[in-house]
């Protein structure tokens, strides 16, 4: 069961690291913010450079990506650094959504985190030593209340963009 576990982690890392799409589209969805912007807005929205207006934090940066149905991926940044880390429990993904008028800040559990947590239980009735994992939901919590109040940063962040006073650049309707 831990080579499993180790596989799933590492493919998990994999999948991360490649930016895959299918990867940042599907799971279990932890977070779900909806901005609502008019269509003007919408239209002149840009993503990109989105991680240069979070607040500068003790963690590590988040690292964004543009897949190709149009939204943008972003996970915890694997570059070294000074600050802070803590377990990673939620891949991200801004979806625009120009029917609903709105942009979704949207956050999906890691697999690892949900299998280890789902298994706690059995291996410790199957061993009884293994109470010490115990500690592994009380840290993923902790995990996720950073993470969250990181993902609202990215809420603040598009809601500032969408302000008629944040500076845009030129677009040509054509």
């Known amino acids: 069961m831990a080579i499993a576990l180790i596989a799933l982690m590492l493919i ?9 799409p299918l990867f ?14 008019s269509p003007d ?16 934090a003790k963690w590590a940066r988040l690292s964004f990506h543009a897949l190709p ?11 070294p650094g000074f600050g802070g880390r803590y377990f990673p429990l939620m891949r991200g993904q801004l979806v625009i959504d120009s029917r609903r008028r709105e942009v979704r800040v949207i956050g999906r559990c890691s697999w690892f985190a949900l299998v280890l947590t789902l298994l706690v239980v059995p291996i410790m009735l199957v061993r009884p030593m293994a109470w010490p994992m115990l500690v592994c939901p009380l ?7 950073i993470q969250r109040r ?3 940063n990215v ?10 006073e944040f500076p845009r650049r030129f677009v040509d309707p054509q």
């Open 12 to 20: 998990e890392l994999l999948l991360l690291s490649a930016w895959v």
């Open 69 to 79: 149905d149009g939204s943008v991926a972003f996970r915890e940044s694997f570059a």
């Open 41 to 56: 807005n919408l239209r002149h929205l840009s993503l990109g450079g989105l991680e240069h207006d979070l607040p500068i």
């Open 155 to 164: 809420v603040e962040a598009v809601q500032a963009r969408l302000r008629p």
């Open 24 to 37: 940042f589209r599907t799971g279990i969805v932890l977070f779900n913010q909806r901005i609502a912007a």
């Open 139 to 145: 840290i993923f919590y902790v995990g996720y209340r």
């Open 150 to 152: 990181r993902y609202a």
